[in-house]
């Protein structure tokens, strides 16, 4: 870093909205095509909107006014002061505008030293003395602030470059870019409209706070759940944070904890404080010596939020000397005994909303025209006075009257005042009341059973298989706020949405696990057990259980024979017995085990006629798959690790209605029947079974077709059939032939791992197929006559590829070579075939050019600059682009002399987007 006396900004929380997070200032000919390229790409990796001039600048615009306006409207500006900086005085002019941003709009400055000495910068001397020299030559009037800006900008903390993980460019720029997401991070306010009351909270849980007093202090947030303790916390957290060495925000812990143990966090507050990205931590004892060990000396903010136990806070922040001085530790809890025991400083009850608040806060959630509602007031006042200031309460409600008329909303709210005042989380019941009820089972199973699961193909399959409709289900869920879809794709619902679930199960007999609909702890699961096995359990219609498999439950099999209801299970531990002969009802619709050390699931012929979902994992034991004609309605049956079995029952390929197949990691998997009659199916995956493929005979469905190896261990051939996987299954090249592979629908096909020299397409009839995954098939040599529909292409570590047969004659909207590392050098030559004829293209990509030469990068360049002077390969509505990867090339300087002549060649073109990757 260099030397400097002032900070590059001031820590304050920003009132003014910016249009760009980073404005970078740079000499073109030092740096554009080089070190500022670089940084471009890595902050604009980062989603940081970033602005270049060769880049952001709108064509037509002229460029000294968009300049400025561009400095004015960036939150951060990057100076990039190379040796002929100076020479510019566009470069000076944008300077000096900088730093009057700086003084007037409190923008934050970041200089950065590229092999040149902050001194230089700061006195003038060497080149940037030369220079000066010119300018005063030219008697330019803007000398003496040119000086001054320099002056004040190389005082500006910042980097030099040469003192940088000791000259590393790619590891310089990871720390600037690291440094800027974490500034932007402290500096961004937390969008939200709906945070009514929160400025005066939070300057009231300051005051408690007290920074800047010295000490460490723990600040507990307590109060009922919904009332904004997280909220609270976070736009705190959010403010302050800069003002500390480290910060970490531990979000979740109660649920966290849970599923993944105290470790997790441990190590997430250790590496967000010491900013180390791997730090292990394989024990909650070693966490706890580390965390005191190595941040009892740092100045640190620290948030735990949802601590339900006290065992979280003794083993994430035990004690107030585990941190440096002045550090703050904010807990938020519904439970004050936890703040009690571990001996706060303070304990901030969550103050809800005052009646104007909650008034404020309900009409952002009213219909759009609620002024000319009449008596709308009035009867808001009565939800207000209903809600007792929760926050959540309010926006539940709001969403489940915003399209009510009158005397719908007059109907609401006279059953509400029927309810007696009781917990929150019965009030929050009349949104669940207005679901049907076929939403109302749906909404109780996600609650119970999928909160924080990834909203995926096997837990829609499981939900539409009890009749659920999830598909639109779900949407009417999300719309009446019950549940939400998080960013990545998980169920996710407030605490106390899900309570109220909870609350709704059990009904009048809390105590009673045998009387309720669902039941999904493990202590229930005992309980029951425990219980006559002869009782009646008519109640119960699903059930998931985990415990160790080594301890296996003894009473549980003959106990589901009386749940007459029961539609699914999911049971994840061992069993003592298997399944009697009177299991189970008849309305079982899916059966999902994993562990059980059972050598069959039950004895002979089982009539389970609604059953649709069967998945079986790691049954050790298993040797035989169950009879499956007592199963006509299966749908999917999934397999996997079941290291005993040698043969699936033949009355698999009676099953009409089987959409889904999968056999994975079973060793010892060597007979199976034909599946001739399996019409419907769509998805197949035989992955990891190598014995499936030996010598035997297989059903063509008209006659019998003889083998010296058995081609395919299950008979796929239908037209349905969309996906299949054969990975890792000891595939040779006579085990392909064209009197099995009448694949008409084939759109998906990975032959991943398999011990393939030549693939040849030409005796295949699968004319749909989009995707192909032949990577680690190392003795892979040809590749040839694909498909013409095919789309993507993943040959990853095919080290002996040499040919990809004829591909110059696809006519392609998108073509994707993904992944084509560690393979033979011919590669770029052959794609050069296929650009050479290429005419339709829109999207080219080519990811993870690994050990490949300048000459290839040659050939493939040479290719696309021929095509571009055609003008054929690039209509103006069209866009390409080419992703290399410059570190993973062989000879970077002859790279570097190519990716020169390469841009010039396609300056002319608008839509062309070329990035050389680091």
């Given amino acids: 870093m260099a030397s400097s006396s002032s900070s590059p900004f001031t820590p304050a929380f920003p009132t003014r909205l910016w249009n760009y997070d980073v404005f970078v200032s740079f000499r073109g000919e030092d740096t554009r095509q080089t070190f500022v390229d670089h940084l471009y790409t890595a902050l604009k990796r980062q989603g940081i909107y970033t602005y ?22 960036s939150q951060i500006a990057v100076i990039v002061f190379s040796k002929n900086y100076a020479d510019s005085p ?28 902050p001194s230089e910068v700061r006195k003038q001397k060497r080149k940037y003395g030369e220079a000066f020299a010119r ?75 007290d920074i800047g007093s010295g000490g460490v202090r723990m600040i507990g947030i307590w109060g009922v759940g919904g009332g904004g303790k997280t909220t609270l916390a976070s736009s705190v957290y959010s403010e302050i944070s800069s003002k500390f060495e480290g910060c970490c925000h531990v979000e979740n812990i109660r649920q966290k904890s849970m599923k993944n143990g105290l470790e997790i966090l441990q190590e997430k507050i250790l590496s967000c404080v010491l900013k180390q990205k791997e730090i292990e931590v394989n024990s909650v004892e070693e966490g706890r010596c580390l965390i005191h060990n190595r941040l009892r000396c740092k100045n640190v903010l620290l948030v735990l939020d949802d601590v339900d ?97 009158i005397n719908e ?106 009387k309720h609909s669902r039941v999904w702890k493990k202590e229930d699961v005992l309980k029951m057990c425990a219980m006559d096995a002869t009782m009646e359990l008519d109640m119960i219609e699903a059930i998931r259980f985990e415990c160790n498999r080594y301890d296996p439950v003894e009473l549980f099999p003959p106990l589901v024979a009386n749940m007459k209801n029961l539609r699914w299970i999911d049971w994840r531990g061992d069993l003592a017995s298997p399944f009697p002969t009177n299991f189970p009802p008849r309305e079982l619709c899916c059966l999902k085990l994993d562990g059980i050390s059972q050598k069959q699931l039950w004895q002979g012929y089982k009539n389970l006629p609604n059953l649709k979902i069967l998945e ?28 005993n079995l040698e043969e699936i029952h033949p009355s698999i390929g009676r099953l009409e209605n089987l959409v889904f197949l999968s056999v994975e990691n079973c060793d010892r998997l060597k ?89 040849d397409f030409s005796h295949l009839r699968i004319p749909r197929l989009k995707w192909l995954d032949i990577s680690y098939c190392e003795g892979l040599v040809e590749l040839s006559e694909l498909p013409s529909s095919i789309a993507i292409l993943i040959a990853d570590h095919c080290s002996s590829l040499e040919t990809i047969g004829d591909i110059s004659k696809y ?90 002549r390469f841009l010039k060649s396609f300056v002319e073109y608008e839509s062309f987007e070329i990035n050389f990757l680091n």
């Fill in 52 to 73: 270049k001039d060769d880049v952001t600048l709108p064509r037509g615009e002229m460029i000294d006014p968009a300049i400025k306006k561009a400095i004015g409207e």
């Fill in 90 to 117: 566009w470069c000076l002019d944008e300077l000096s505008h900088i730093m009057e941003c700086r003084d007037m709009r409190k923008q934050i400055v970041l200089p950065i030293f590229y092999n040149v000495d």
């Fill in 135 to 209: 300018h005063e030559l030219a008697s330019s009037k803007n000398v003496q602030s040119w000086r001054k800006a320099l002056a004040d900008a190389s005082n500006i903390s910042g980097w030099e470059l040469k003192h940088i993980a000791n000259g590393h460019e790619s590891k310089a720029i990871a720390e600037i870019v690291d440094t800027i997401s974490r500034m932007l991070h402290r500096l961004t306010p937390r969008a939200n409209e709906n945070l009514i009351g929160i400025e005066a909270r939070m300057q009231d849980l300051k005051s408690k706070l």
């Fill in 309 to 405: 136990h006290l065992d979280h806070l003794q083993a994430l922040a035990g004690s107030h000397n585990w941190f440096g001085e002045g550090s703050r530790i904010i807990i938020t809890t519904r439970d004050v005994h936890l703040l009690n025991a571990q001996k706060v400083d303070v304990v901030h009850e969550i103050r809800l909303l005052n009646n104007d608040e909650a008034i404020e806060l309900f009409y952002k959630h009213a219909p759009p025209n609620y002024k000319a509602i009449e008596d709308f007031k009035l009867l808001s006042k009565d939800v207000v006075s209903y809600a007792g200031g929760l926050p959540l309460a309010l926006k539940v409600l709001g969403c489940f009257l915003c399209d009510k008329d």
């Fill in 409 to 514: 909303w007059r109907s609401a709210l006279a059953r509400l005042k029927e309810i007696p005042e009781i917990d929150i989380v019965e009030k929050l019941k009349i949104s669940y009341d207005g679901l049907k009820m076929v939403e109302k089972k749906l909404f109780l199973d996600i609650a119970c059973f999928f909160r924080g699961q990834y909203n995926n193909e096997g837990i829609m399959a499981m939900l539409d298989a009890c009749g659920f409709h999830p598909v639109i289900g779900i949407k009417v869920l999300v719309q009446k706020a019950l549940i939400t879809i998080s960013p990545y794709g998980r169920f996710d619902m407030h605490d106390l949405v899900q309570e109220m679930a909870y609350y709704i199960v059990r009904g009048k007999h809390p105590k009673n696990p045998e």
């Fill in 616 to 643: 079986l994992c790691g049954l050790d034991k298993l040797i035989m798959t169950p009879d499956f004609d007592g199963l006509p309605s299966l749908e999917r049956f999934k397999l996997t690790e079941s290291s």
């Fill in 671 to 759: 007979m199976s029947p034909p599946i001739t009659r399996v019409k419907k199916l769509e998805t197949l995956t035989c992955s990891w079974c190598p014995k499936l493929f030996m010598f035997s005979d297989i059903h063509s469905g008209r006659e019998l077709v003889s083998f010296k190896r058995k081609p395919l261990g299950l008979r796929f051939l239908h037209i349905g059939l969309k996906k299949l996987d054969l990975s890792y299954c000891n595939l040779r090249d006579e085990d392909i032939g064209c009197e099995i592979w009448d694949l008409s629908n084939l759109q998906r096909l990975n032959l991943r791992g398999n011990n393939l020299s030549r693939l």
């Fill in 811 to 900: 006519i392609i909207d998108s073509v994707l070579f993904q992944e084509l590392s560690n393979c033979s050098y011919g590669v770029a030559s052959l794609i050069k075939k296929f650009m050479e004829k290429q005419r339709e293209l829109q999207a080219y990509k080519v990811n993870s050019f690994s050990e490949v030469d300048s000459k290839e990068i040659e050939i493939l360049m040479e290719s696309f600059m021929m095509e571009s002077k055609s003008k054929e390969l690039l209509p103006s509505s069209n866009q390409a682009r080419i992703y290399f990867q410059k570190h993973m090339c062989k000879k970077r300087t002859d790279l570097v002399c190519e990716e020169n």
